[in-house]
Each structure stands twice: as C-alpha cells, then as structure tokens.
C-alpha cells in the first residue's frame, strides 16, 4: 500500500496533495516487466492519476489519463477511482533509450511530445464522461499534467513527479505531489508559494532521504501553517473480473460472437492492466443470448 495525504494551508488558500507511490509503481513494473524507462514514464502518470483521484470530491468518479506522444514506448495509460486507486499499461514496455545529457532517464524520449494529453472525468451525476486534451510540453508527464490544468482546468498548479529505478530495474522509490492555488491568492503568497517550490530537492532525492509525505508537505506550503486533512492508503488495483468480462464479450452481440465462435470456439481475453486471463465457451455464451440480439454499447474495462 501507498501513503496518501491531502493539506490545506492555514488560510485555506493552497491545496496539497503528496504520495509515496512505491509500492504502486512495484506492482506495475512485476506486472508489466518494464524497461527502467518505461517503469519511470508509467509510475509517474500513475503517481499523477492517484494524486488526481484523490482530489476528486466523490470518490464515485474516476479519471482515465492516456498520454499519446508519438514515441517509441507508445499510449501510456493510467485510470483512477475517486480515492486514488489506480491502474495502468504502456504499449512498448520494453522499449529503453540512452539516458539524457544529465544522467537521469529519457522519459521524454520514450513517450514522445508529439502529441496529447487525454484527461477522461467519469463524473456518475453526468450523462457522459468530460473530456480534455492539451498539446504535451515534454512528455515528461509532471510538466504536461501541469500544463492539462493551467489550459483546461484554469487552476494553478505545481505538480511534482519521480521514479527511481535500481540497476536491477526494481524500484527503489517513487511519488510525488500537487500543490494548487484557489482563487483570491494574493501576489506575495505566489511567491512565497513558488519560492518554496524552488527551494526542494527532487521528488526521488526526498524520498530516498526517507522524507514523507507529509515531510513534502511542510517543505511546499513552508511560512502557509499547513495542516494535514486526511491520510489514506492507495494501491494498484485492477477492477477487472470476470463477470465484466463476459458482460462485454455478450454486449458484442450475436452476429460477432458467431464471427468469434467460427473462427475459434475458445475464447481467451486478457486484461491489459493486470494480465488476468478469462476463458469462455463462445457456444455457451450464444445459447445465453437471445435469437434476435443485437450489439449493445461496449462496456469499458
């Protein structure tokens, strides 16, 4: 499990939101067995999507980021449910490049900036989902996130991303935070706000030093009197079973499980966010349709 903590400042004019996604962005590199490239492009938008989620006022709604920056790592993928629990996958997991100029690892160059942000709200009180998309900056994720709600969002934020990769390409750490201005901040809180934000040490050099959480929290809104308003524990958890898995798989219709069934009976699907594999009999499905069905809307997964 991951810590999670969300701040307030004193005078309730700047939101915090930090994690310790190490054990989150674990759980992707044993599921995945990602280069340590990709381990750093996908834990960061998983990290960014569980700070999201847990800044989304009903823990109902969910978030879908899809990064498609024309690289040779491919769609980056990360969802969130309304508390911080996220999932993910990357096309190429495999895929590594030389490190940059300054030593640390080309997520840039693997994800691409040629191309989009995706940000999908599922609000359950909408008919249908909210969807935003901003130009990437860098593809290095933390900057574009920041971009996605300086553009779409009209909201000043600061976000703050890291992976550390062993040689060995386990993790060793990994987190981040968010920190937002509400309306009515004056100028010399911005600031004191960005003077602070200058100040820190990197995400991963925090960590590795064994600061927490709450220890960045302190560090960005240092002079604000911050004080914490919840702590939670998040993970990486996938919400695939196999009940909607064959929800999906009968939403299809008749006339496509037939096409399926004649070119093999035996039906397996994998989930891309954890690999679990669902196996049915397309007869037996069929006999559970009725004659006359028709395709219904596909279920997402």
Do not use: W
């Not at 006022?57 to 990360?78: C, E, F």
């Not at 219709?253 to 594999?277: M, N, T, Y």
Request: hydrophobic share 35%.
């Amino acid at each position: 499990m991951s810590e999670l903590i969300r701040g307030l400042s004193e005078n309730g004019g700047v939101v915090f939101c930090g994690i310790d996604s190490t054990d989150i962005v674990c759980k992707a590199e044993q599921l995945h067995k990602t280069s340590a490239t990709c381990s750093a492009a996908l834990g960061r938008l998983l990290t960014g999507a569980s700070l999201m989620g847990a800044m989304l006022k009903d823990s109902r709604d969910s978030i879908t980021l899809r990064v498609n920056g024309g690289g040779p790592a491919g769609l980056v993928i990360a969802c969130t449910d309304g508390t911080g629990n996220v999932k993910g996958c990357i096309d190429h997991p495999l895929v590594e490049l030389p490190p940059r100029a300054d030593g640390h690892l080309d997520v840039g160059g693997a994800v691409g900036k040629d191309g989009v942000l995706t940000v999908i709200r599922d609000n359950k009180l909408q008919k249908e989902p909210t969807v935003g998309q901003v130009p990437l900056v860098s593809g290095e994720i933390a900057e574009d996130l920041t971009a996605y709600y300086a553009y779409s969002e009209q909201i000043p934020t600061v976000c703050a991303l890291g992976v550390l990769v062993d040689p060995d390409l386990t993790i060793h750490c990994a987190g981040g935070y968010m920190v937002q201005l509400l309306p009515g901040a004056t100028d010399a809180e911005i600031t004191q706000l960005e003077q602070n934000i200058a100040a820190m040490p990197s995400v991963t050099e925090m960590l590795r030093a064994g600061a927490t959480p709450k220890d960045m929290m302190e560090k960005a809104l240092a002079g604000f009197a911050p004080s914490v308003l919840d702590t939670r524990q998040v993970s990486y958890r996938c919400d695939c079973s196999e009940e909607r898995t064959k929800a999906m798989l009968l939403s299809l219709g008749r006339k496509e499980l037939e096409k399926l069934r004649d070119e093999d009976p035996h039906c397996e699907v994998v989930c891309h966010f954890c690999h679990s594999k669902y196996n049915f009999d397309l007869n037996q499905l069929l006999k559970e349709l009725p004659e006359t069905s028709e395709a219904a809307p596909e279920e997402a997964q």
